[in-house]
Nanobody, 132 residues
Framework: QVQLVESGGGLAQPGGSLRLSCVAS??????????IGWFRQVPGKRREGVSC????????YYADSVKGRFIISRDSAQNTVFLQMNALKPEDTAVYYC???????????????????????WGKGTLVNVSS
């Protein structure tokens, strides 16, 4: 069964860093051929698009809340997408999910509710807790 698996979450202090990984598990899901989105969700709130990367030109999008602090990247050889999170804030605390879609308009739209609804594959999430 093809699925996405996130890892790298955990407890971090404000100002600290974490690197999340998204790996495809199972045959047939080659991540360089997919647009990838990182979304996060806090209980009681809507899932938020954090950062997305387009498969065609690797263009990226970041939500205003993380711009300048988070970096999304691919390692095609490892079939992995990363989310480097720096200068973490308590408000970054959430469950982080990665998702994949083969074709979508732009990285920016991929990170909206429209993109969220179009994703073909989702991981089960990894918890990030930013606290002192």
């Amino acid at each position: 069964q093809v699925q996405l698996v996130e890892s790298g979450g955990g407890l971090a202090q404000p100002g600290g860093s974490l690197r999340l990984s998204c790996v495809a598990s199972g045959a047939g899901l080659t991540l360089p051929y997919y647009g990838i989105g990182w979304f996060r969700q806090v209980p009681g709130k809507r899932r938020e698009g954090v950062s997305c990367i387009d498969r065609r030109d690797n263009s990226t999008y970041y939500a205003d809340s993380v711009k300048g602090r988070f970096i999304i990247s691919r390692d095609s050889a490892q079939n992995t997408v990363f989310l480097q999170m720096n200068a973490l804030k308590p408000e970054d605390t959430a469950v982080y999910y990665c998702a994949a879609v083969p074709v979508f308009s732009t990285a920016q739209v991929m990170c909206t509710a429209e993109g969220y609804g179009a994703m073909d594959y989702w991981g089960k999430g990894t918890l990030v807790n930013v606290s002192s």
